[in-house]
């Protein structure tokens, strides 16, 4: 067919873009693909969460500084620990405060799930702050040694070159990407939906609710985690402000809703779009807040659907079949 | 009187006194969730900008006492404003929706606040009749912050009268439990929203003026109370004004005491009594069950 050698096609361009990309752009564009390709995972981990379960996870951003503070407290602590042992220590970190968690939290929905998480958040930061002798204070812990990508006997790669490390955080975040679409496309994804849209007939079925909650609670949260400890490795660095503060939380929900809202691929759009404003913005004034402000206020205002929902209405008007014949209705 | 217990007693007016305060912003935001559904992120923001209203009322007139009452209001004002070009467009989008929006509208408050005001923290003098102590049963008490715990008892005392004895609250407290019904008995439900929402910024305003002396104005407020407000509210329960009476209390309480006794872990113990709380009851000390 057509269409799968297109699709074809397409993956390979897509794949060759990303080898060549280091080579093309130099340093500076790599290490902002790095940030945009964490932020990116992160944010679809949230909405795993909020766009296929309808729970809210308003604190997200503890996952995001467990995963990262595991694995830097890790690489801190024990000596001559590769590198995928250390990821699988803030990966390890995330799943199981996502078990504590999930006791308290899969029992509540709506408002009080967001609050909770908001909450906790906000203790996960303090603590964080507080807790000197573990986590370093607002410093955070730095200078941990990173070590090099190895598997016995056959190959080392030094991380300490960006290049090196910009081709190890892709493959990692582009597995983690791919894991969470297949898990969206399982049966068990189906259910997942449907305790989104009517979770008492999901009852009736007889699937178990809360139990579903929570698989995609601790799936959500062990991505997230995933995305931290690759930031941690990136930066070299985790402190509270840049892991757990409430900023980090709001953006995965910025990315999310700009990027649109219940499609798998829509928080990637939205990394993209505020990462490319965030780039742009600082370039020209220093008043970041005022224009994050406003653009936040004009994306809710006009185009509440975010941006896959403007590429749908695109779509719709010019490119589906019956475009011309139907006049769409204004959207209000 | 012995010095431990004089103690005691100054981190108890002080913890009075900043619980109060507390309280005036979070039943402002409990009264915007439970009535109209909407979290507003922005709250502390309007919060803060009462505080730099009051400095610069303050400034321009000298009074204190005229800043005490025109900066609220006008606080309220921009609130109004909000609620009535932003928020009530995107109230079919749902929760999330609010919540960027009013963490929009938080931003840009900030941002404009830094480009009027600058960063540093202002000063805001209080009249000498306030400033100093006084001196009740061979104690030392400070005349502020007794005044801030004596303003906010009346602050509340107005609005339980209002709210329980006249028929503007009766109207409100129906459209509480059920907005629809009592549009429908014809009442105008979008003013007595627009109403609320008005008094919710205005409470948070009398306390950003409150606080203002206390701890200067600087950009840093908005955190800081937002932060705690939100807590005392998830608490307290959504909607609850007991709830949040009590809990503001036992946290203003917690964050004196805790800071003479355990200084470096004060603020966790605030979160700590949240996460026992919400394990056990996880709408609230009085929120209702879903």
Redesign the interface.
């Known amino acids: 067919m057509m269409n799968k050698k297109v699709q074809w096609i397409l993956w390979v361009g897509l794949i060759v873009i990303l080898i060549l990309y280091p080579k093309v752009f130099g340093i500076y564009y790599t290490n902002l693909f790095i940030t945009f390709a964490v932020l990116a995972i992160y944010s679809v981990s949230f909405n795993l969460l909020l766009g296929y379960t309808a729970l809210f996870s308003f604190g997200h951003a503890m996952f995001f500084g467990v995963g990262g503070y595991g694995t830097a407290l890790a690489l801190k602590h024990i000596a001559g620990l590769s590198l995928l042992g250390a990821m699988g220590m803030g990966l390890l970190a995330a799943i199981v405060f996502a078990l504590i968690l999930c006791p308290i939290v899969v029992r509540v929905t709506g408002s009080a799930f967001a609050m909770l998480h908001l909450a906790f958040g906000q203790l996960m930061y303090v603590l964080a702050l507080k807790l000197r002798g573990i986590t370093g204070g607002e410093d955070g812990i730095g200078g941990f040694p990173i070590p090099p990508f190895s598997i016995p006997g056959v190959v080392s790669i030094n991380m300490k070159v960006p290049a090196n490390f910009y081709y190890f955080a892709i493959v990692v975040l582009g597995v983690s990407l791919w894991i969470m679409w297949f898990f969206t496309k399982t049966p068990f994804g189906q259910i997942q939906v449907g305790v989104r849209d009517n979770a008492m007939r999901i009852d009736y079925l007889g699937f178990k609710v809360p139990q579903t909650k929570a698989v995609v609670y601790v799936v959500a949260g062990a991505f997230a985690g995933v995305a931290g400890s690759i930031f941690a490795l990136f930066q070299n660095l985790i402190a509270a402000d840049g892991a757990f503060s409430i900023m980090v939380s709001f953006a995965a929900v910025i990315n999310t809703l700009v990027g649109g809202l219940g499609s798998f691929f829509g928080p990637i759009c939205g990394a993209a779009i505020m990462q490319i404003l965030e780039e742009v913005t600082t370039r020209y004034t220093d008043r970041v807040e005022l224009v994050a402000g406003l653009i936040l206020i004009l994306v809710i205002m006009f185009a509440p659907t975010g941006f896959m929902g403007l590429v749908r209405l695109v779509k719709e008007r010019w490119f589906s079949p019956s475009a011309g014949k139907i006049k769409l209705e204004k959207v209000s | 009187m012995d010095p431990t217990t004089a103690m005691y007693v100054a981190q108890g007016i002080h913890g009075l006194a900043y619980g109060m305060v507390l309280f005036l912003v979070a039943s402002g935001l409990t009264l915007i969730f439970g009535m109209m559904d909407i979290?507003n992120l922005a709250h502390a923001a309007f919060f803060m900008l009462a505080a730099y209203f009051c400095y610069q009322f303050l400034s321009m007139t000298g009074n204190f006492w005229a800043a005490l009452l025109l900066a609220p209001v006008a606080t309220a004002f921009f609130g109004i404003l909000m609620e009535r070009f932003?928020l009530r467009?995107?109230h079919a989008?749902g929760?999330?929706?609010q919540?960027?929006?009013t963490?929009?509208?938080?931003?840009?408050i900030?941002?404009?606040v830094?480009?009027f005001w600058g960063t540093e923290s202002l000063p805001v003098k209080i009249p000498p009749i306030l400033s100093g102590l006084v001196m009740i049963g061979g104690m030392d008490y400070p005349v502020y912050r007794l005044f801030v715990i004596g303003m906010s008892l009346v602050v509340l005392a107005i609005m339980a009268l209002l709210l329980y004895k006249t028929r503007l609250g009766k109207i409100v407290r129906a459209a509480v439990s059920d907005a629809d019904m009592v549009n429908a008995l014809g009442i105008n439900i979008p003013l007595v929203f627009t109403f609320v929402f008005g008094v919710g910024i205005w409470l948070a305003g009398v306390a950003g003026v409150a606080i203002a002396p206390i701890l200067t104005v600087y950009p840093g407020l908005e955190a800081q109370m937002g932060?705690d407000a939100?807590?005392v509210?998830?608490?307290g329960g959504?909607g609850s004004l007991a709830g949040a009476f009590i809990v503001s209390i036992i946290f203003g309480l917690l964050s004196s005491y805790g800071v003479q006794f355990v200084s470096?872990?004060a603020?966790?113990l605030m979160?700590?009594f949240?996460?026992i709380v919400?394990?056990i009851r996880?709408?609230g000390l009085f929120?209702e069950r879903?």
């Open positions: 979290l932003l467009k995107i989008f929760l999330m929706s919540l960027i929006l963490v929009g509208v938080s931003l840009v900030l941002a404009g830094k480009i932060m939100f807590v509210v998830i608490t959504f470096s872990l603020p966790v979160f700590a949240m996460a919400l394990a996880p709408t929120g879903e």
